[in-house]
């Protein structure tokens, strides 16, 4: 049966007369987020009840939720045949960005990644990655920004219970560019005028590095930001910890960066996760930095994570070094700030915690 919340404004007018129904339907799904036909009170009722036995509605539900005492929310949401998935809310003074899941587990196996050492399961369909935003904004609680940041709300607005998801960023579980008509159909969704209204520029999608499929979606030409999870310095390294540069080494893959920046004149966003030891020395930052130059980036340093897979993160000193090394040969680096560490945060650790008990 076809997901109703799969389908464009164009598709749905296939499948509903006359036309003003199609947009009336879009809208419930994706700029009120409903979860069932009877919230649509302004269709008739016989037309209910024939889209309830036609189509599903793509949703999800809250199986577990975490607070941090960041305001981070951590989010363990099962599907209709009862697979689990994860979505972390994160708030902001510039707004509420949401990390989304594209499928349940994944296939790219990086050594150091929790969602990467418990398999593939499926790909969500578009309307399940839009689910997540849907059921998020639901939970939003009524937190002033103040209560969770060091610095002035601009305006000085509060974020009450209500509030819209501003910022969605595709790092949660799974490789989206695995699942590319899928995520490419979900960002054709969020950013529709009649729905969420996102705009693209406010929107982050991560790769660990798929040549091809880089490639495609610069030729459409969005306005997404790609995040590209490198975490090494060269390919030795690389070959060790993210299995998926055996196929595409660096050389394709910043080859492709350059094709995707040409395209649609956006940055690229550098992901390098520090690790103790592993990739993390003043040496290995130069290294990088000579990989990087000429190149329109900018290099997000991430603490990393202990996620229990022999790996542990590197020492503020060492982070500090390494962004030091970056910037003297100018290159832009900067340290994300890390959230919700007291809730299990990085992704496939809920779901690993949840599933094993």
């Not at 390098?272 to 000579?290: F, I, Q």
Request: glycine letters at 8%; charged letters at 20%.
């Amino acid at each position: 049966m076809l997901a109703l919340s799969d389908m464009l404004p164009h598709e749905l007018r296939e499948h509903l007369t006359p036309a003003y129904r199609a947009e009336q339907v879009f809208a419930w799904l994706h700029q009120k987020g409903v979860q069932s036909y009877d919230e649509m009170t302004n269709l008739p009722r016989d037309l209910r009840e024939s889209l309830a036995e036609k189509f599903n509605i793509a949703n999800c539900t809250v199986a577990h939720k975490q607070m941090s005492r960041d305001g981070t929310t951590k989010f363990l949401f099962a599907l209709h045949d009862g697979t689990h998935i994860e979505s972390v809310v994160m708030r902001y003074e510039h707004g509420i960005s949401i990390c989304v899941s594209t499928q349940a587990g994944c296939r790219m196996g990086c050594k150091f990644c929790a969602t990467g050492g418990q398999g593939f399961t499926r790909n969500l369909t578009a309307g399940e990655i839009a689910a997540q935003v849907y059921a998020a904004q639901r939970e939003l609680p009524p937190l002033s920004l103040r209560d969770i940041s060091s610095k002035p709300t601009p305006g000085g607005g509060d974020c009450k219970e209500g509030s819209k998801i501003t910022h969605i960023v595709l790092m949660g579980m799974g490789e989206p560019l695995d699942n590319y008509h899928n995520t490419l159909r979900f960002l054709r969704l969020i950013t529709h005028p009649k729905g969420q209204n996102i705009s693209q520029r406010r929107i982050s999608l991560s790769t660990c590095g798929l040549v091809p499929q880089i490639e495609q979606l610069a030729n459409e030409k969005l306005g997404v930001t790609l995040s590209v999870s490198l975490h090494a310095s060269n390919d030795n390294l690389r070959d060790t910890i993210m299995p998926i540069n055996r196929k595409y080494p660096i050389a394709q893959l910043l080859a492709a960066c350059k094709h995707y920046t040409e395209q649609t004149g956006r940055r690229i966003s550098i992901e390098y996760a520090l690790l103790r030891g592993v990739n993390d020395t003043p040496a290995h930052a130069r290294e990088l930095a000579a990989l990087l130059q000429g190149m329109l980036v900018h290099v997000n340093l991430i603490p990393a994570n202990e996620v229990g897979r022999g790996y542990e993160p590197s020492s503020p000193e060492h982070v500090r070094r390494f962004q030091q090394a970056l910037q003297q040969h100018r290159i832009n680096a900067t340290v994300r700030r890390s959230l919700g560490k007291d809730i299990d945060a990085a992704c496939g650790q809920l779901r690993n915690r949840t599933e094993c008990r």
